[in-house]
């Protein structure tokens, strides 16, 4: 089992710069891929960025290429999402994830535990 707790959501302008975390109880979360989603309002939750067991694969949604930077430290059992150059748009509930296959996936369907959220709100 593992339980996840996001925070470092906030308000922020437009070209602004955020940093959530993910804190993960287990003792297995070094062998866990970890994810960050997010829910806009009145749209489905979508991925955003995942990173392997080990730190050394990433992927990306194209929508925050070059403005977003997954990370993680398995010593701390942490994960983060560096967001910078945010627009209005990533305005959303941001969610970190678990996958204990341990592999970046993109899909939400291949993690098996999630946070609470924190809300990022972006404005122009």
């Known amino acids: 089992q593992v339980q996840l707790v996001e925070s470092g959501g906030g308000l922020v302008q437009a070209g602004g710069s955020l940093r959530l975390s993910c804190a993960a109880s287990?003792?297995?979360?070094?062998?866990?891929?970890m994810g960050w989603f997010r829910q806009a309002p009145g749209k489905e939750r979508e991925f955003v960025a995942d990173?392997?067991?080990?730190?050394?694969?990433?992927t990306y949604a194209d929508s925050v290429k070059g403005r977003f930077t997954i990370s993680r430290d398995n010593a701390k059992k942490m994960a983060y999402l560096q967001m910078n150059s945010l627009k209005p748009e990533d305005t959303a509930v941001y969610y970190c994830?678990?996958?204990?296959?341990?592999?970046?996936?993109?899909?939400?369907?291949?993690?098996?535990?999630w946070g609470q959220g924190t809300q990022v709100t972006v404005s122009s």
């Open positions: 287990g003792r297995t979360f070094s062998s866990y891929a």
């Open positions: 994830a678990a996958n204990s296959r341990g592999q970046v996936a993109g899909r939400q369907g291949e993690y098996d535990y």
């Open positions: 990173i392997n067991w080990s730190g050394d694969s990433t």
